[in-house]
């Protein structure tokens, strides 16, 4: 079970964690990252797929930008998912997502997923 204090960790919780050690073009460094997993995983599993969210805007296909009423600011990178170890990573609970970026950020996950 994934747990931040009392929280299961659910799809779009923002969560800022600790992404060192990295390789190649990963990001890393304490940054934050959305939850991409969905709850009924997340109680099982000890990891969650997270996708990491940097200030750094380059306007590519893969990038959703949050919503300026936001606490973090910046665009979730899709196309850099990953499986991490929250308590491993240090992770700790920022707020919840708007249901209209989660539903973005799936439809932009989509496609990298599906058979073409």
Same mark, same amino acid.
């Given at each position: 079970?994934?747990?931040?204090?009392?929280?299961?960790?659910?799809?779009?919780?923002?969560?800022?964690?600790e992404?060192?050690?990295?390789?190649?073009? @990963?990001?890393?460094?304490?940054?934050?990252?959305?939850?991409?997993?969905p709850?009924?995983?997340?109680?099982?599993?000890?990891?969650?797929? *997270?996708?990491?969210?940097t200030?750094?805007?380059?306007?590519?296909?893969?990038?959703v930008?949050?919503?300026?009423?936001?606490?973090t600011?910046?665009?979730?990178? *899709? @196309?850099?998912?990953?499986?991490? @170890?929250?308590?491993?990573?240090?992770? *700790?609970?920022?707020?919840?997502? +708007? +249901?209209?970026?989660? @539903?973005?950020?799936?439809?932009?996950?989509? +496609?990298?997923?599906?058979?073409?």
């Amino acid at each position: 079970m994934v747990k931040i204090g009392d929280r299961i960790l659910e799809r779009g919780d923002i969560i800022q964690l600790e992404l060192n050690p990295r390789t190649g073009s @990963d990001r890393a460094g304490d940054r934050p990252g959305m939850i991409i997993s969905p709850l009924a995983y997340n109680r099982i599993s000890k990891i969650v797929l *997270v996708c990491p969210i940097t200030s750094r805007k380059k306007g590519w296909p893969f990038e959703v930008e949050l919503p300026v009423q936001m606490q973090t600011y910046g665009v979730v990178l *899709v @196309d850099q998912l990953r499986a991490v @170890d929250c308590s491993a990573r240090k992770a *700790v609970f920022v707020e919840k997502a +708007p +249901p209209e970026l989660i @539903d973005e950020v799936l439809a932009r996950l989509e +496609p990298l997923l599906t058979r073409c």
